[in-house]
């Protein structure tokens, strides 16, 4: 689902499921484009698409929450966790000024972890993440433990969403070790702001007040191993894995509750 308003973005969304459900989620669709937060759309695009391509099976990142007070500690926060995965300092400065800045992507930014530079074929669309989904049996589960850490009931649905699409970005895979160094994502709905830093190593890790309430600014970054950058084949197999190839959650990582960024940072290297 796409839906427009005087031909801006006001919100997306998409899942995989089965035929004898597509018009209840199809439904479910144009409903959330109506009662969206960025305004009521003026040109809502619903597309069903048969799959051709067998599902692929994954594993949900774990979740983690980081309680955080304000913009100012947050963002200090998604820094330290972005240096500890060993990005560039100038790298992040780069990303964090798109993401803050008045430029609007329709998908996610590729960055080089070390060079900054931008590795999307056309840098003012960006990639968008797409075939994605999970079980009912695994969004049971996942909604059920969200629940008690969340706090809001209301959030665990963006949540779900978030981890599913994040866990996909983590599973691309370069000779057995993931593609993505790490994902940076704030949303730009200006009643959320809670936004994650995303990886392997840390898991899916939520940081609140990573923006001032009623701000639009937000974006997706994807942090890349340096391989991809001097490797055309490596980088066109991750965009179509990205792009093109299904994946749905079928099996839930624990839950680690509400931490903060020492206790996150010091558990994985300890």
């Known amino acids: 689902m796409r839906a427009q308003k005087k031909q801006t973005h006001v919100s997306g969304a998409e899942d995989i499921c089965a035929e004898d459900v597509v018009h209840k989620e199809a439904a479910d669709l144009v409903l959330r484009?109506?009662?969206?937060?960025?305004?009521?759309?003026?040109?809502?695009?619903?597309?069903?698409?048969?799959?051709?391509?067998?599902?692929?099976?994954?594993?949900?990142?774990?979740?983690?929450?980081?309680?955080?007070?304000?913009?100012?500690?947050?963002?200090?926060?998604?820094?330290?966790?972005?240096l500890s995965l060993g990005i560039e300092d100038t790298v992040i400065t780069m990303a964090l000024g798109l993401i803050?800045?008045?430029?609007?992507?329709?998908?996610?930014?590729?960055?080089?972890?070390?060079?900054?530079?931008?590795?999307?074929?056309?840098?003012?669309?960006?990639?968008?993440?797409?075939?994605?989904?999970?079980?009912?049996?695994?969004r049971d589960l996942l909604t059920q433990q969200l629940e008690t850490t969340v706090g809001q009931t209301g959030s665990v649905h963006r949540?779900?969403?978030?981890?599913?699409?994040?866990?996909?970005?983590?599973?691309?895979?370069?000779?057995?070790?993931?593609?993505?160094?790490?994902?940076?994502?704030?949303?730009?709905?200006?009643?959320?702001?809670?936004?994650?830093?995303?990886?392997?190593?840390?898991?899916?890790v939520r940081i609140t007040h990573i923006k001032h309430s009623g701000d639009y600014a937000g974006g997706r970054v994807f942090f890349l191993k340096p391989d991809l950058s001097l490797n055309d084949t490596l980088l066109s197999d991750f965009i179509h894995y990205i792009e093109r190839v299904p994946v749905i959650i079928d099996t839930i990582s624990p839950i680690r509750g509400i931490r903060t960024i020492d206790e996150i940072i010091g558990a994985t290297n300890s």
Do not use: W
């Not at 051709?52 to 926060?77: G, H, N, Y």
């Not at 530079?117 to 695994?138: D, H, K, Y």
């Not at 866990?167 to 009643?191: F, G, H, T």
């Open 100 to 138: 803050y800045g008045d430029n609007r992507l329709t998908g996610a930014a590729l960055f080089d972890s070390q060079t900054g530079q931008r590795l999307e074929p056309v840098p003012s669309n960006g990639i968008r993440v797409s075939r994605l989904g999970i079980t009912q049996q695994a």
């Open 159 to 204: 949540v779900i969403e978030a981890v599913v699409l994040a866990s996909k970005v983590a599973s691309a895979r370069i000779d057995s070790v993931s593609a993505v160094i790490a994902e940076l994502c704030v949303s730009d709905n200006p009643d959320y702001t809670t936004g994650y830093v995303a990886s392997e190593r840390f898991g899916y």
């Open 33 to 82: 484009a109506l009662q969206h937060s960025r305004g009521k759309p003026d040109n809502i695009t619903i597309n069903v698409e048969c799959l051709d391509i067998p599902l692929r099976m994954i594993r949900s990142l774990p979740v983690v929450t980081c309680q955080i007070e304000d913009e100012e500690e947050a963002q200090r926060a998604l820094q330290r966790l972005l």
